[in-house]
């Protein structure tokens, strides 16, 4: 059975083959692409670094401050603030991009998971809770008292069973009962039996 490959005709085979690369070779493997990974990363930073600081020397020269008089200063210091407005303002349009950004990638990840259906609900347990203690939770302190639910249930005595048996096996047959009150003489009956006669 060793090296089985999946026939269209039997599902139940699907064992793949062998690797040909050995444990040690595939270690060998891994460890050079983690070097090289970090040799990159390494690039990548110091790359980074060389590119704000050629930015900053293109941007802002250095300062030559001996020699200028009070004016020339005051000048200077008034060109530096009008930089300093328009990078905050580049600054805040960059964050509010961002942020906006962001917004609609989240609300597009929610699209995704409501098509694809696989929205994981949580986990939740049973839990047996009194009525007592349901209420105590939603009035606090309010709530006094127990509640049982089964002294506030009607009572049935058998007494009572009795006694609507007995009603039941008055009325007798019904035929009896509409020959008998059919007519002008059932609806005396009827009348008087409702106190209307009195």
Not at 41 to 59: A, M, S
Request: glycine share 8%; proline share 3%.
């Amino acid at each position: 059975m060793g090296d089985q490959i999946r026939r269209p005709g039997n599902p139940k085979v699907d064992i793949k083959p062998k690797s040909k690369i050995s444990a040690s070779r595939k270690l060998s493997l891994k460890i050079m692409l983690l070097n090289r990974a970090m040799e990159d990363l390494e690039k990548e930073k110091q790359d980074r670094e060389e590119e704000k600081n050629r930015y900053l020397k293109e941007k802002h020269p250095p300062l030559q401050l001996s020699g200028l008089s009070l004016g020339e200063l005051q000048n200077l210091c008034k060109q530096l603030y009008a930089k300093i407005d328009v990078v905050d303002e580049e600054r805040f349009d960059y964050e509010d991009k961002v942020n906006k950004h962001n917004k609609d990638i989240n609300e597009l990840k929610l699209k995704v998971q409501d098509l694809g259906g696989k929205f994981k609900k949580p986990a939740l347990r049973k839990v047996r809770v009194s009525a007592d203690e349901m209420m105590r939770a939603l009035l606090g302190s309010k709530h006094k008292g127990s509640m049982d639910l089964r002294a506030n249930l009607k009572s049935v005595k058998k007494e009572d069973i009795k006694q609507e048996k007995v009603l039941t096996s008055e009325v007798g047959d019904w035929r009896k009962n509409v020959e008998a009150m059919s007519g002008m003489e059932g609806r005396k009956k009827m009348f008087d039996a409702a106190g209307g006669g009195q």
